[in-house]
């Protein structure tokens, strides 16, 4: 049962932004867009650009999530310190994709290739610890560059069918130039879900899921302490922030050469992490470390067979 909620919960709460490592001020100016979808994406940031300056992130981040129904969906935005034409350039690349999910503790390798004119990326999801791929849970994306413009990125992945009667994939990221150093991203996702999962959620979050925490604080308790949210959507909520933090781990290791590159992310992954022990400690650094290290053998080796 665990397993199939770490497989829901990574897959789906991939959110690609990035956190700085100082503290955090926004762009003197927002340039505008070219597009008028861009419009649309740098109006939501003038309207909640407020929210990024002191929140409990200590992060230039904003989170909405909703489990409704069958259904779970969410929302993130953020701000990153690096230019538009790096990080567009870069996100619109399916490799890259693979390189900055398997910084997640569940995501034990992730390939692409073109059918059809059509790239498609497989996640392959499992446990926190090391895990062969072949023992790990299998989701195939359809991935589109939907808009690229000099100051405008849209791109959507799509599954129609997961494992466990999961279905409806949907994930999405927006990204405008706010200026020459600045970039705003939008990250939304949705799935939806059966009977079974919903009673293995429920199930999960009353028994061994039931001392996890997000970020949202939902209330204070008795000494003026901040309580914070549980279950569901506390589970997207630390997804969201562990792709947040792989974004920065991932731009930051771009500056070395080649070859250093891995170990320069999967490193600065993990210390980040630590800033967040209530929520996101799972494994020590050393096993994380050895576990990647195993694992991207693994997934250069499945990349090389999907290529033949």
């Known amino acids: 049962m665990a397993s199939l909620l770490k497989f829901i919960f990574s ?3 991939t959110v690609i932004m990035s956190v700085m490592a100082f503290p955090w001020s926004p762009p003197a100016r927002a340039a505008e867009p070219a597009s008028s979808n861009g419009k649309v994406l740098l109006a939501k940031y003038l309207e909640i650009k407020w929210k990024f300056e002191k929140n409990q992130f200590g992060l230039p981040l904003y989170l909405e999530s909703e489990a409704k129904g069958d259904s779970l969906m969410g929302d993130v935005y953020g701000i990153v310190n690096y230019p538009f034409n790096s990080f567009g350039d870069a996100l619109q690349l399916p490799a890259e994709w693979c390189n900055i999910t398997t910084l997640h503790l569940n995501i034990k390798a992730c390939t692409y ?9 497989m996640l392959y999801s499992g446990s926190k610890h090391y895990q062969p791929p072949g023992d790990a849970h299998k989701l195939k ?3 589109h560059v939907v808009t690229k413009t000099p100051e405008y990125l849209d791109i959507s992945l799509t599954a129609d069918k997961g494992p466990f009667f999961t279905r409806d994939y949907r994930i999405g990221l927006e ?3 706010l200026d020459t150093a600045w970039t705003f991203v939008h990250f939304s996702y949705s799935y939806r879900y059966g009977m079974l999962v919903r009673i293995l959620i429920k199930t999960y979050f009353a028994t061994a899921g039931h001392d996890k925490i997000g970020f949202s604080i939902v ?20 997804n969201a922030v562990r792709y947040y933090l792989a974004l920065l781990a991932y731009m930051d290791a771009m500056k070395f050469p ?4 891995f170990d320069k992310r999967i490193n600065d992954w993990f210390n980040l992490t630590e800033k ?21 053998q693994n ?10």
């Open 11 to 13: 897959v789906c709460g």
């Open 113 to 121: 290739r073109k059918v059809d004119n059509q790239y498609q990326l």
């Open 276 to 296: 967040y022990p209530r929520q996101l400690y799972e494994i020590d650094k050393e096993e994380y470390l050895a576990s990647k290290r195993k694992e991207h």
């Open 219 to 238: 209330a204070t308790d008795k000494n003026l302490n901040p309580v914070y949210v549980t279950g569901v959507r506390g589970a997207l909520e630390r």
């Open 299 to 308: 997934q250069i080796k499945l990349q090389e067979d999907s290529e033949e």
């Open 141 to 143: 994306f359809d991935f």
């Open 258 to 261: 080649a070859n250093q590159q």
């Open 175 to 177: 990204a405008v130039a």
